[in-house]
C-alpha cells in the first residue's frame, strides 16, 4: 500500500490547488526520456519510425491511411504539451493524460476526440503483488496516440508486431478498429493478472485447510487488497464500454461496434472472476476462523482431561499423606495396592468418560 | 475448483494476445472426433442423417420445412470453421463456440442470427460436484445450429426423440419453437441439479445438528461453491431471456413468445430456489459456529466443576499432611473421619451449587 | 422443510422433461374429488350451484351478470383440462394452476385472460408452522375461475358468505371487483400469519433474553424459515399488482383500480412487517450469541477464582508438608495457628482483589 | 414492543376479512369523544369555533378564504363517516384515516383531494421510548382537513397560534401553504426525537466504552428498534414527497412548490441523521464485544499466571513431601531455605517470563 | 462526537417549529464581525475592497465584468438578510445559508440563481479529527456570492491570489468559471484530507499487525467516524454535479461545463479513495478480532502444557507422600532417584507431545 499511498500523495503535492489546467506529471520520477514512435500504414504499405523533434508528430494528411502515435513516457511536460498543441488537445485532456493517479474514464472532447484512460495490470509474482501502468488513448478521425509510463518493454508491442507481419484485420481497419486492438489487449492482460492471484489464492487454500498459521490472515487481506486493485482498474470500464457501444460515436464505426461490445463481455467477465475471488476469499477467512475455534476448542480438552483426571487422584493421594493418628488403612498391609488399584480404576472410568463425550 | 480453473488457465495460455477473431478450441483436449446430425422435418415429414463430409452441412433451401444441424464436439476447428463458411456466422460468434470458458450469453448478428451461450449442468453424485457442459445455440429463419461439448450422450437426445416419436407440437412449430425447446431442456436441467444439491444440503443439516464435526464446515464451503457455480450458469440467463421477450425479434414468432415467458418464469424460479439454498447455508454455518461455541461453554463448566471440587479437597487434604509438631485434630481419635465427613459436605454443597448454576 | 422439499421433488420427477404444455399434477396426491361450484349473480339475483357434469361449467352468456366458478381441488386433470376447453384457456396456463410449486405470477393471455397465481397461507399453532395452499385466478370479461387445492374449507367462504348475505358492493361489481375481492381475502390473510408468527418470536425472545437455552438457536433459525416462507409468497405480489395497478387493462375497471391500489398497499405492508420480524430474528440471535460470550466469561472467572485462590493455599500446606530435618517454623507452638492465619489473609486479600476486579 | 404488537393485532383481530371500505377503528380504546375546531381565514379576518354537531362541519363556499377542520380524536366511526359524506370522500380514504397502523402514504384521490398519512412521533424520555401518533390530511381546493389520535394536546398548536397571532406567511397563503405548514411541523418533530435518541446513545456508548456491562446490551437493542420505528416512520416520506415536488398536482401552487422542497430537503436530514444513529449503534455494538473478548483474554491471563506460578512451587514442595528413606537433601542443615530460595527463584523467573508477555 | 452533535442539538433548539423563512443563525457563537469583500475584475482590471456599509454590495451593474462578494461570518443575521434583499435571493435560500447544520444541496432558484452548499474540511492533526466549515455559493448571471463561517482564513484566498495575480483563465472567465474555481478548490481540498487519514490509518494498522492493544480498537471507531463525516460532506455532491453537468443551466456556459466535469470527476475518486479507506479500516478490524483470538489460544496452550507437565509430577509426588506402612519403594536406597528420572522421563514425553501439537 505504501508504494501506491505515495503515488497519491504525490498527487495532492504536486497537483492540489494549482489553477485548473496547468500541465503537472504526478507520477514517479523517472530518468529516461520520451520514445514517442510514429505508424502510418493502411492495407497497402506499412511504415514506423522514431521520432526525434517535436515538430514531425504532426496530425497525418493523407486520408486513406492510418497514423498511430505512440507516446512512451509521460515524465516530460513539455513533450505532452507539444503534442496537445499539434492535435489540438484540451488541456483537460492532457492534465488527465499526465495524472497517473486518474482512475479509467471515458471522454467525448467534442466529436473529434475520444479519450480513454486505462490501467495496464501486471502480475509481479515475487512480491506477489499487482503493478499498474497508467495508459490514456487518443481517438481521433484518422489518428490513434497512446500514451504510457515508461517501462521495461512497450505494452502494445503485440499489436506493432502484428501490424508489421502481415496485412490482417488490423492492417485494413480503420484507426477506430486499432483503438480496439489496443483495448482489448489491456482487457485480455486483467485474465491473465486474475489468473496468477487465483493460483496463489488456491495454494493459500490448500495451505490454510491443512495448517493454519498466525500470520496466514495477513497474507490472506493482502490478496484481498490486489484484488481490490483489480476490481478498481476494472470495474469503471464495465460503464465506459456499455456506454460507448451504445451511443452513435462518429468516430466509432458500426463494424467495430460488434468488436467492442467483445471487449465489453470479457470485462464483465473480468468482474466475475474477481467477484468468484472476492467470495473465495471470504470462504477462506471464515475456514481460517472457524479452525481457530475448532483449535481453541480441542486445546481445551486436553486441559480438561489432564485436570479431571490428575485432580481426583492427586486428591486420593494427598488423603493418605495425612498425618492423624487413627488412619486404619494406612496399616492395611495391601491398602498402598488397594490404593494404586482404585487409582487406576478412576483413571480407566474417567477415560472412558471422555472417549464417550469425544474429548480425546 | 482444480479443474475448473484449468479451464480457465487453457484459455489463458491458449487465446489471449491472439488476434481478435483467431479461433481456437480452449477446452480439454478430446480423442473422438467431432458428430454433427442433421434433421430435418415438419409436420408432415422427419429426416435424420449423420454427416460424413462438411459440404452436406449447408443450409436448407426449402422454406417449408426446419432444418436442425447437431454439432457434438467442438475440439476439431476446421469443422466448426466450415459451418460458420456454409451459414455465414459472424467470427466472433464462432469464437464464443469455441470458448468453453464463456460465460451465458445472448447476442442477435444482425437480424439473421439469434445466437445463445447456454451451460449444460450434471451433478456428479460420485464426487458430489456440478459439472458443466458448454452449449450454443444459433437460430436463423428456418435453421437451428447447435454446437456441445462431445460427452457421453446428447444433450438434446428427448428433443430428437420427441421429434421423431409423433407429430406434436414440437413438429408442427417452426425453428423458433425448437430452439424454445432446446433452452427448456436445459432450464429443467437445472432444477434437477438443484433438487440433488438440496437433498445433500438437508442431509448436512441434520448432521451437523446432531453432532458436529471439524471437517463438515469443508464439506459445507464445497456445497456452497456448487450452488454458486449453478448460480452462475443461471444468473446471466435472467436478463438474456428478459430482454429476448420484450424485444420483438424478426426470428420468433409472438406465438412463440409466450413460451419464452415460460422459460423465463422457470429461470426466476431456479434462481430463486438457488437464494433459498444460499440462505440454507448461511443458517447451517450460523448453526456450526454456534455449536462450536456451546461446546466450548459444556467443556470449560466440566473443567471448573472438576476444578473447583477437588482444589478445596486437596488443600484439605494437604493441611492435615503439615507436619507442625503441635496440630491438635491429628490426635483426636475422629479426627479423620470428621475430615472425610467435612470433604463429602463440601463437595455436595458445590455440586447443589453448579447444579443451580446449570453447569452440570 | 422436509415436506416442502418432498414438494419440489415431486415437480421434479414428474414434470421435468415433458413436451411443454403437457398437463401434469405435480401436488401430492389427494383421494378426495374436485368439487366445482358456479355462482351467478348481479345485483338483482343470486344463482349457487354444485356442478356435477363438465358440461355445465361453461362460460357464461349473459352479459349483465357475473359468473364465478370455483374449483375446489385441482387433482383431477381431466377436470381442469375440460375447464379449460370451454373457456379456451392457454394450455401454458392450465400448465401453471397444476403445477402447485409454481411461485405466485401475475400473466396476460392476449386481452381475453388475465391470470395470477397466489398462495394462501395458515398457519399451523401446533406445528408452529406455515402451510401454503396454491390458487389460481382467471378474470375473464364477466368471469372469474378460481382454483384451489382441497382442503378442509373453501377459503374463499367469507366472499359466498358475503355475496348470498345482502346487495352491497360485490353484488353490484362486476367480475374485476369480485377478483379484487379474492386478493383482498388471500393478502389479509398474510397478516394473520405474521401476527401468529409475531407472538411466538416474541415470547421465544422474552425466554431468551431470561434464560438462554443451548437448542432455542434451532427454534430461531425454524422461525426464519416460516418468515422467508411468507416472504417468498408475497414478494412477488409486490411487482405483480404494482404493474396492475398502473398499465391499463380492459378487464379491470378504473373505479376497481383504486381497490386494487390498496391492496398493493396492504402487501407493501406486509412485506414491511416481515422485514421487522426478520430484523428482529437477527437481534434475538445476536442477544443469543452474546449471552453465550458472557456465560463464557463468568465460567471462566468462576474457575480462575477457585484456581486463584487455592493454588497459594495448597501451595502453602505442601511447603510445611516437607520433611527437611531443619524446619524451625514446624516446631513453633502456635506455627500451625499462625499459617491458618496467614491462609485466611491471603483468601481474603484475594477476595478483595477479585471484587475489585468485578470477578465475583 | 408489547403495545405496538398489541396495535397491530387489534387491526387483524377487528378488520381483517371484512368486506373493503367498512369502517372501523382499530386504535386503543379512548373515553374522550372527539373535538373538531373549524377555522376559516384569509389575510383579512381569522374566525375559530369548536364544532358541535356534524351538520356544522360542511366544506367551505366563499373561494377567498381557507378553511381548515382540525378534527381530534378519530375513534368515533360515525362522526368521520359524516364528514367523508359533508367532503365526499372516498371510503377507502376514510379507511386509512381510522387504520392507526396503517403507515405513512400519499394518495391522490381524483383531481379532488390530496391524502397523506404521517406519524407524529414523541420521545418518552422517562420509558426510553419513541411514541407515535396517527396523523391524516386532506388536502382539498380551498381546504384543509387534519385528523389525529386524540392525546393530551393538540400536535397543531404551534400554527393555530401562529395564524391568530399576526398576518404572516401562513396567513397570506392558501390551503397548500397551509397544508405544507403542518407537514413540516410533524417532520421537524424527527429531528426533536433524533436529537433525544442520539444523546441517550451517546450515554450508552460513554459508559460502554468505560465499563461494559451484561445487559447493555439490551439497552442497546432497545434503541435499535426505537430508532427503527423513526426510519420506518420517515422513509415513505422520501418518496411521497420526491413525487409530489416532481408532478405538478393542480391542488399545490408552483410558489408552494418550493417550500414543499425544503420538506423533502428536511426528510433527507432526518433519514442521514437516522442512518448515521444506525452505524452508531453497530459501532458501539462491535466495541462491546470486542471488549467481551478482551476480558476473557484478560480473565485467562490471570487464571494462567496464577496456575503456572503455583504448580511448578507445589511441586517442588510435593517431592519433598515424600517420604523416601534415601533423600540426602532433607538432612541438609539448610535444605528447607535452599529450597524456598530456589522457589523465590522460580517465581521472579516466570513474573519477568509474563511480563515480557503481556500477561501481568 | 460531542462537538458535532452540539451543533445539531444547537439547530433544534433554536430553529424547529419556527416559522418557515424565519432567519436564524444556528452554528456557534463568534465576537468577530462579518468581513465582507467585494472583488470587481474581467480580463482588463481587478479591483478589490472591503466593504463597511451594506449599502454597498448592490449587484453589479456593467455587463463586460464579474462581481464576486465574499462573505466571511454568517452570524450577523441582519447582515445576511440585507444582502438578501439586494440581490433579490430567496428566503429559503438565506435560511440554508444560515443553517451551518444543512447538508450540501444545489439548488435552482428560477433561472436567475444557483445556488450551492459545500462543506469545506480540514484535519486537524492535533487531535486527529476532521472540522468542517459550512460554505454557501449563489450563482447569478454576472456575479457570484460567497459565504463563509469565519475562521482564521479566508478558505478562497488562494483564488484571489490568482485573480490579481495576473490574467490568467480565470481573469478571463465569467462568474460560472469563478463558480467552478470555488467548487474545484473545495473538491481539491477533500483530497488532502483523506491523504492525512490514510497516512494515520497506515500507522495504525502497522501498530495493529505488530501488537495490537486493547484500546486500538476505540481508535479505529473514531478514524471511521472521521472517514464517514467526510463521505456525508462528498456524498451529496455526486448528484449535485451529475445533475449540473447533464441539465442545461442558462448560468453556466457550455465551455465551463466540461471544466464542472472534471469537478464531477474528482468527486466520484475522493468517494472511490474514501470507500478504500472504509474497506482498510474494515480489513483493520478483522485483524485486529483475529489476533485476539490467536492470542488466546497462545495463552490458552501456555496455561495447558503448564498444567499437563506438572499434574502427572505432582500427583507422582503425592503418592510417594502418602503415609501406608508397607510400601516397598520408600524403602529402596535408590527409589528417590529412580523417581526423580521418571519424573524427568514425563516431563520430556510431554514436552515432545505438545511439540508436535504446536502448543510450545
Same mark, same amino acid.
Given at each position: 500500500m505504501g508504494k501506491r499511498h505515495k503515488k497519491f500523495k504525490n498527487y495532492i503535492d504536486k497537483k492540489a490547488?494549482?489553477?485548473?489546467?496547468?500541465l503537472v506529471y504526478v507520477g514517479k520520477e523517472v530518468a529516461e526520456s520520451t520514445i514517442i514512435k510514429l505508424v502510418e500504414f493502411n492495407h497497402e504499405f506499412y511504415h514506423e519510425k522514431v521520432i526525434k523533434t517535436l515538430n514531425d508528430c504532426r496530425p497525418p494528411v493523407k486520408e486513406n491511411q492510418v497514423a498511430w502515435l505512440d507516446v512512451d513516457g509521460i515524465h516530460e511536460v513539455n513533450v505532452i504539451e507539444a503534442i496537445g498543441k499539434h492535435?489540438?488537445?484540451?488541456?483537460?485532456?492532457?492534465?488527465?493524460?499526465?495524472?497517473?493517479? +486518474?482512475?479509467?474514464?471515458?471522454?467525448?472532447?467534442g466529436e473529434k476526440h475520444l479519450f480513454v484512460i486505462l490501467? =495496464?495490470? +501486471?502480475?509481479?509474482?515475487?512480491?506477489? +503483488?499487482?503493478?499498474?501502468?497508467?495508459?490514456?488513448?487518443?481517438?481521433?478521425?484518422?489518428?490513434?496516440?497512446?500514451?504510457q509510463e515508461i517501462h521495461q518493454t512497450d505494452v502494445f508491442l503485440p499489436i506493432f508486431e502484428r501490424l508489421k507481419a502481415s496485412i490482417g484485420k488490423t492492417r485494413r481497419g480503420k484507426a477506430d478498429y486499432l483503438f480496439y486492438c489496443c483495448c482489448d489487449l489491456v482487457v485480455d492482460n486483467y485474465f491473465v493478472v486474475l489468473e496468477k492471484l487465483g493460483e496463489k489464492l488456491e495454494e493459500l487454500e490448500i495451505k490454510i485447510v491443512e495448517k493454519p498459521e498466525a500470520n496466514d490472515q495477513n497474507l490472506l487481506y493482502?490478496?484481498?487488497?490486489?484484488? =481490490?486493485l483489480v476490481r478498481k482498474a476494472v470495474l469503471p470500464l464495465r460503464d465506459m464500454f456499455g456506454t460507448l457501444i451504445r451511443e452513435d460515436s462518429p468516430l466509432v464505426q458500426s463494424t467495430t461496434n460488434v468488436y467492442l461490445r467483445d471487449v465489453y463481455d470479457h470485462i464483465l467477465q473480468t468482474?466475475?472472476?474477481?467477484?468468484?475471488?472476492?467470495?473465495?476469499?471470504?470462504?477462506?477467512q471464515?475456514?481460517?476462523?472457524?479452525?481457530?475455534?475448532?483449535?481453541?476448542?480441542?486445546? =481445551?480438552?486436553?486441559?480438561?482431561?489432564?485436570?479431571?483426571?490428575? =485432580?481426583?487422584?492427586?486428591?486420593?493421594?494427598?488423603?493418605y499423606g495425612?498425618?492423624?493418628?487413627?488412619?486404619?488403612?494406612?496399616?492395611?498391609?495391601?491398602?498402598?495396592?488397594?490404593?494404586?488399584?482404585?487409582?487406576?480404576?478412576?483413571?480407566?472410568?474417567?477415560?472412558?468418560?471422555?472417549?464417550?463425550?469425544?474429548?480425546?
Open positions: 490547488f494549482t489553477s485548473p489546467g496547468t492535435y489540438s488537445l484540451h488541456p483537460l485532456l492532457l492534465e488527465d493524460v499526465l495524472n497517473t493517479s +486518474q482512475k479509467p474514464k471515458l471522454e467525448h472532447f490501467k =495496464m495490470l +501486471q502480475f509481479n509474482s515475487e512480491l506477489n +503483488q499487482v503493478e499498474s501502468e497508467h495508459v490514456a488513448l487518443v481517438l481521433g478521425e484518422n489518428f490513434l496516440i497512446s500514451f493482502h490478496f484481498k487488497r490486489e484484488l =481490490m468482474l466475475d472472476t474477481a467477484e468468484t475471488y472476492r467470495e473465495m476469499i471470504e470462504n477462506i471464515n475456514i481460517y476462523l472457524t479452525s481457530l475455534s475448532n483449535k481453541m476448542n480441542s486445546v =481445551m480438552k486436553t486441559l480438561t482431561v489432564f485436570t479431571a483426571i490428575f =485432580m481426583p487422584l492427586t486428591f486420593i493421594a494427598g488423603i495425612m498425618n492423624f493418628d487413627n488412619m486404619p488403612e494406612l496399616h492395611h498391609p495391601n491398602g498402598y495396592f488397594y490404593t494404586l488399584g482404585i487409582m487406576v480404576l478412576i483413571t480407566a472410568a474417567l477415560w472412558v468418560y471422555f472417549k464417550w463425550k469425544k474429548y480425546v
